[in-house]
């Protein structure tokens, strides 16, 4: 009985998310996080269901073996099923644990493709620092400032790092400030620091 109540609730709960997607994409994501702690035989339930945060959970569990047998491909094949339904946590999730880079770049870019600030930030950081064996400064920038571009307050705040302390790009340390300000304007602590100490005059 209580487990059938915890499932309507959590269906509940998806419907509203639905009513408020700004606050929901902002929360990133409040359901997500609540089934990664919810018990494996409600998660499993919902999964097979098709309930795709719960098919990423339940494959998370099989990964780590918390409240379930460690089980890699298990782990794999749930958080793939989520993954090929367009699910953008899915995809990031299956992009970090896969050993194989061409794999991993394939499922960042189903992420990106999405337009998601998140998922463009990380390949970005992955292309600036050849995490995938590919280095590309321009594809970085790129990625970082399409990210930038949405308001996403990480990216922000590493393009004035790279344009301010001359990062594998041209010293520019007028719009390493600008970035920094805007990053530093979402509260984001490490922009305010560098903003404060290098171009508040």
């Known amino acids: 009985m209580h487990r059938i109540g915890l499932i309507s609730i959590l269906l509940i709960f998806s419907f509203f998310l639905t009513l408020l997607p700004g606050k929901a994409m902002a929360e990133k994501d409040a359901r997500q996080a609540f089934l990664d702690q919810s018990d494996f035989v409600t998660v499993k339930q919902l999964a097979e269901q098709g309930d795709v945060r719960a098919q990423t959970a339940l494959g998370s569990m099989y990964c780590g073996g918390k409240n379930a047998p460690k089980d890699k491909d298990k782990c794999l094949s749930w958080i793939q099923k989520a993954a ?34 998140g998922a463009q930030t990380e390949l970005g950081s992955l292309y600036f620092g050849g995490g995938l064996g590919i280095v590309d400064i321009q594809k970085a920038l790129s990625l970082y400032h399409a990210a930038a571009g949405q308001g996403y307050a990480q990216a922000q705040s590493m393009l004035g790092d790279t344009y301010f302390f001359g990062e594998k790009v041209p010293i520019d340390k007028k719009e390493g400030c600008r970035w920094w300000r805007a990053a530093a304007e979402q509260g984001r602590k490490s922009a305010i620091d560098a903003y404060n100490q290098y171009c508040a005059q």
Not at 86 to 115: C, F, H, M, T
């Open 84 to 117: 090929e339904q367009g699910y953008i946590e899915a995809q990031l999730r299956l992009a970090r644990l896969s050993p194989d880079n061409a794999k991993s770049l394939y499922w960042y870019q189903k992420a990106v493709d999405q337009g998601d600030a």
